[in-house]
């Protein structure tokens, strides 16, 4: 037996309400592109519409123009989506109170989460979104869950409660030294101001 190896998220498709209400959220709200628009190739009573949500992968929505938008929070049982977290630059999400309250959009504050800062509110369909910024850049070479697993173990190891940015920080420094070669003998702290 062998497993079906994933290489990142292709797509995530949402039903939706009607197309214009998913156009006014998704692009006029997250500022998403609208880059394509066809018919749901498995239903004629709907229209499929795709959004770039900053790195090229797609975020899709059913659209049916029967379909009103309901703002009850969707469900959250067991296989449901809980929420979607979107990455946002740190000046963006900065922003996130002010233009989120601009608009009237009810939301949950900052939230620190140890390794990232996230913001939640509702769409007009009731899905929570998240909007999450990192509250560290990956060394060169190394992708954010490459800092996340090194900060992991160090978390488990020392007994902590989460990550914090003690355990990033100690684990960026760990994957520059492993990945980075040096010309020094001794990698270790100096303390050149003795």
């Given at each position: 037996?062998?497993?079906?190896?994933?290489?990142?998220?292709?797509?995530?498709?949402?039903?939706?309400?009607?197309?214009?209400?998913?156009?006014d959220?998704?692009?006029?709200?997250?500022?998403?592109?609208?880059?394509?628009?066809?018919?749901?190739?498995?239903?004629?009573?709907?229209g499929?519409?795709?959004?770039?949500?900053?790195?090229?992968?797609?975020?899709?929505?059913?659209?049916?123009?029967?379909?009103?938008?309901?703002h009850?929070?969707?469900?959250?049982?067991?296989?449901?989506?809980?929420?979607i977290?979107?990455?946002?630059?740190?000046?963006?999400?900065?922003?996130?109170?002010?233009?989120?309250?601009?608009?009237?959009?009810?939301?949950?504050?900052?939230?620190?989460?140890?390794?990232?800062?996230?913001?939640?509110?509702?769409?007009?369909?009731?899905?929570l979104?998240?909007?999450?910024?990192?509250k560290?850049?990956?060394?060169?070479?190394?992708?954010?869950?490459?800092?996340?697993?090194?900060?992991?173990?160090?978390?488990?190891?020392?007994?902590?409660?989460?990550?914090?940015?003690?355990?990033?920080?100690?684990?960026?420094?760990?994957?520059?030294?492993?990945?980075?070669?040096?010309?020094?003998?001794?990698?270790?702290?100096?303390?050149?101001?003795?």
């Open positions: 037996m062998q497993k079906l190896q994933t290489q990142g998220v292709h797509h995530i498709t949402l039903t939706g309400a009607d197309r214009q209400t998913s156009i959220f998704w692009e006029g709200v997250l500022g998403m592109p609208f880059i394509f628009d066809q018919p749901n190739l498995d239903n004629p009573d709907e499929h519409l795709y959004f770039d949500p900053g790195d090229g992968r797609l975020i899709t929505i059913f659209t049916n123009e029967n379909r009103k938008a309901q009850d929070r969707t469900p959250t049982d067991p296989g449901c989506v809980h929420h977290a979107f990455n946002t630059s740190r000046a963006v999400w900065m922003q996130a109170v002010e233009r989120l309250d601009a608009r009237g959009i009810r939301h949950s504050g900052p939230k620190d989460r140890g390794f990232m800062d996230s913001i939640y509110f509702k769409d007009p369909l009731g899905l979104i998240e909007l999450a910024t990192y560290f850049e990956p060394p060169v070479g190394c992708t954010h869950a490459d800092v996340m697993i090194e900060a992991h173990r160090t978390r488990v190891a020392n007994g902590d409660h989460h990550i914090a940015e003690v355990h990033l920080a100690d684990a960026i420094e760990r994957l520059v030294q492993r990945r980075q070669m040096t010309l020094s003998e001794d990698r270790g702290p100096k303390d050149p101001y003795r």
